[in-house]
């Protein structure tokens, strides 16, 4: 969580986070900027993509890609 908080404000300037836990649905963080507020789905989807280290699900045979390169503070 530290270190998607570092990213969320170094990489794209977002000062105002909450972070909530949700039980079975793990860890959430609300953007509360007005300017991540104002943001198009597709800016939104790629802010995501930037941040997805791995990708798995129900359809993915229980399998794990990690996503290279890797940030650098996950390096």
Same mark, same amino acid.
């Given at each position: 969580?530290?270190?998607?908080?570092?990213?969320?404000?170094?990489?794209?300037?977002?000062?105002?986070? *909450?972070?909530?836990? +949700? !039980?079975?649905?793990?860890?959430?963080?609300? =953007?509360?900027?007005? #300017?991540?507020?104002?943001?198009?789905?597709?800016?939104?989807?790629?802010?995501?993509?930037? *941040?997805?280290?791995? +990708? !798995?699900?129900?359809?993915?045979?229980?399998? =794990?890609?990690?996503? #290279?390169?890797?940030?650098?503070?996950?390096?």
């Amino acid at each position: 969580m530290q270190i998607l908080d570092r990213v969320l404000h170094e990489d794209f300037g977002f000062k105002h986070r *909450l972070w909530i836990y +949700s !039980g079975r649905r793990g860890v959430h963080c609300c =953007v509360c900027d007005q #300017t991540a507020r104002e943001l198009q789905s597709s800016i939104r989807q790629a802010i995501v993509e930037h *941040l997805t280290v791995i +990708s !798995g699900g129900k359809d993915s045979s229980k399998r =794990v890609t990690l996503y #290279t390169p890797l940030h650098p503070s996950l390096q």
